[in-house]
Nanobody
Framework: VQLQASGGGLVQAGDSLRLSCVAS????????MGWFRQAPGKEREFIAA???????YYGDSVKGRFTISRDNAKNTVYLQMSSLKPEDTAVYYCAAAYSRSGVAVRSARTYDYWGQGTLVTVSS
């Protein structure tokens, strides 16, 4: 499984941005997909996940501002980010885990495959 994340860039505080992650796998609909981020000097942080059944989970720092969705026909998971803050600046990674569900999708250890990351920079 290969994951290709895109959509990062430089935005101002309060702006919106949408990240995409395309998976090269035939059974995309069977995978839980997650987004994590890592800022310089900080640990990897859970942002959002969506299970194969469509259940969504969010990290406390982004709840109400970010929305995760998936398009199984396009093998793509999206992360719509709104009301961006300077503290959202990080490299964002997408990840895939086969047939996983429940709160386990909040943990990075659940995921078998990781994308290369896309940088989001939010200026104040």
């Amino acid at each position: 499984v290969q994951l290709q994340a895109s959509g990062g860039g430089l935005v101002q505080a309060g702006d919106s941005l949408r990240l995409s992650c395309v998976a090269s796998v035939r059974t995309f609909s069977s995978y839980a997909m997650g987004w994590f981020r890592q800022a310089p000097g900080k640990e990897r942080e859970f942002i959002a996940a969506i299970t194969w059944s469509g259940s969504a989970y969010y990290g406390d720092s982004v709840k109400g501002r970010f929305t995760i969705s998936r398009d199984n026909a396009k093998n793509t998971v999206y992360l719509q980010m709104s009301s961006l803050k300077p503290e959202d600046t990080a490299v964002y990674y997408c990840a895939a885990a086969y047939s996983r569900s429940g709160v386990a999708v909040r943990s990075a250890r659940t995921y078998d495959y990781w994308g290369q990351g896309t940088l989001v920079t939010v200026s104040s």
